[in-house]
């Protein structure tokens, strides 16, 4: 392990920062290094062979340049296809990030869930095996959006999105059914919680949110062990694979603990 340790987080574009937001509180000693794969998105638009061979050979070359001693796969799209490959590619530790199905189910009062995803993630075999697995009598909703990652990214950086294009990416997971009403719904994107405050707002009635990322971190932060004694700033870096010039550091710091990502 490095002293101090640095954990490359990897996302087709900004959602992978609500992520990094959770990681950074639970690990403020560690160096960051935030890669979104800008040129590839939106992930959820691509097939699954695809996603496969774009994402395994890059993360492969950011772990040479990068050396990092964690990778977290900030994007569900992703993680329900690659983990596997990328366990057996490379040696470094990894963490992804599955739809929460378990606890929603778990949680949920009335049984009616609803998973919140792209088209993509909604589709995988590995997201109908974990409602298979872990549905626990519930009536599980998948809702695959098209628009939403979209939408989130152009909120965060400043654009106008009407409360007409969230509502209808979100309008099918409330679903009343045999004297039911959804109550829990799973963002199964790093994007939705981007556009929480929205989401709660424009919700036909209230429902618990379940948002992976605080379970992320707290894996994230067990593989890497006790933090250190080394100082709170340990910096950032953020890398866009379509190699703009990011101009959103006054958004973005927040994500990263207050940091300037160089
Ligand atoms: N942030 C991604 C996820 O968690 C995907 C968004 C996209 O690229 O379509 O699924």
Known sequence: MSVPPTILLFDSGLGGLTVLREIVGARPDAHYVYVADDAFFPYGH??????IARVVPLVGELIKTNTPDLVVIACNTASTLVMSHLRSAYK???VGTVPAIKPACASSKTKRVSVLGTKGTVKREYTRKLIHDFALGCEVTLVGSAELASLAESALSGNAVSDADISAELAPCFVEHGGARTDTIVLACTHYPLLLDRLIKLAPWPVDWI???PAIARRASDLLGPPGNESDEA????????RRQHTLSQALMPFFGGRVPA
């Open 46 to 51: 691509h097939s699954e062979e695809q996603i």
């Open 92 to 94: 470094v530790p990894f």
């Open 211 to 213: 948002d992976p990322a």
């Open 235 to 242: 910096g950032a870096e953020m890398i866009f694979t379509s």
